[in-house]
């Protein structure tokens, strides 16, 4: 390896023009389950539930059944260890791209680790050349009162404020399957305008398989808006089903009393 550490990012000079601007300052957040849910406590005094939560709990049952087919089929223990696998691989993954972009070194030596360097690298070389200005990595965004949830960069992409996720997938993605990425960085931006006052109306994925297959995805403007929209309505959905579940569960307490 001549004298390299394997599984460590090296800047690269054509994928390294983007500049820290820190515009804004970003809250520090806890994570916590309620009731098996994702929530967030970003110091309002309230624990906030996920843009991921809102979305699980508001799925269609289409994709609940897709979801359940694709377990059957493949058993549930071998299901489970892919999605494990997936979750690790991920994370991973994620953290060889803050890391670069934070201008600081990782190094993961398992099987799982060196897989995802490469794919990292693959994101870097062929997504990362158009980041010109990074305002955070990791970032925790919230809507008072209503969600929260924390994106990969918030920055100027190909010179347009934008939210950017990594995406890490076991197979190349069609566009029409991953509406829920697109609805999720429309949730980050909504959240991010109403706090700081930002105009934010682009979202990319950057997005690299295990066969390190790269793909980028932008969604902007019009199409960003209506995915603005569609979350606004799983909100609500979400919060009417909560505000029925207490319901039925003080009718269960009240029987019980009596």
Partial sequence: ?????????????????????????????????????????VGTNEKLPSVTTILSA??????RQSLANWRAREGADRANKIMSEAAARGTSMHTYLEAYIQGTGHMDLTKLG???????????????GD??????????????????GATDVVGIYNG????????QTNKPKRREWIQDYFTQLAAYAMAHNH??????????????????????????????????HAFLRKIDQYYKNVSKEIDCADTKNDQIVQ
Wanted: aromatic share 12%; net charge positive.
């Fill in 58 to 63: 508001t799925q269609s049952d289409e994709k």
């Fill in 160 to 167: 347009r404020e934008s939210i950017i996720d990594f995406k």
């Fill in 1 to 41: 390896m001549h004298g390299r550490s394997v599984g460590v990012i090296e800047k690269k000079a054509q994928v390294t023009a983007m500049k820290w601007n820190k515009r804004f300052k970003y809250p520090t957040s806890t994570r916590a389950l309620i009731n098996g849910k994702r929530h967030y406590d």
């Fill in 114 to 128: 060196l897989q995802a360097n490469t794919m990292a690298q693959k994101v870097i070389e062929s997504g990362l």
């Fill in 131 to 148: 980041l010109e200005e990074v305002w955070g990595t990791e970032v925790t965004l919230y809507y008072p009162d209503l969600y929260a």
């Fill in 195 to 228: 706090v700081y006052g930002t105009q934010i109306q682009s979202g990319i994925i950057l997005m690299c398989s295990k066969d390190n297959f790269f793909q980028k995805f932008e969604v902007s403007d019009k199409e960003f808006q209506g995915y603005k």
